[in-house]
């Protein structure tokens, strides 16, 4: 069974930083898909970013390119969502997902049915 584990939401005004952390009950030297979700009320869940956990390539949405950083640290089987300038527009639920691919590609397309695997989700609230 799968965990994910997420943690670091909170509220913080506009201009601020959040940073979240999403620990895996997986090894991620076996070759993970890691994505960064969110989902505010009345809307669909978006994808942020993933990281593919061999050699750590990353992807993001253009929503997010340049103030989101996500990284990883495979010793922890954690990755982080580093969050900058944040707007009110980014208040929402965010979700770390997971699933096990074989080549980074894989790891591009930001689509949450991709995913099998789910967090409960941390909320971000930005306040203007």
């Known amino acids: 069974q799968v965990q994910l584990v997420e943690s670091g939401g909170g509220s913080v005004q506009a201009g601020g930083s959040l940073r979240l952390s999403c620990a895996a009950s997986v090894n991620f030297y076996n070759g993970y898909c890691m994505g960064w979700f969110r989902q505010a009320p009345g809307k669909e869940r978006e994808g942020l970013a993933s990281?593919?956990?061999?050699?750590?390539?990353?992807y993001y949405a253009d929503s997010v390119k340049g103030r989101f950083s996500i990284s990883q640290d495979m010793a922890k089987n954690t990755i982080y969502l580093q969050m900058n300038s944040l707007k009110p527009e980014d208040t929402a639920m965010y979700y770390c997902?997971?699933?096990?691919?074989?080549?980074?590609?894989?790891?591009?397309?930001?689509?949450?049915?991709?995913?099998?695997?789910w967090g409960q989700g941390t909320q971000v609230t930005v306040s203007s």
């Open positions: 990281i593919y956990t061999i050699g750590g390539t990353t």
């Open positions: 997902a997971a699933e096990i691919v074989l080549y980074p590609g894989s790891c591009s397309r930001l689509l949450d049915d991709e995913f099998r695997y």
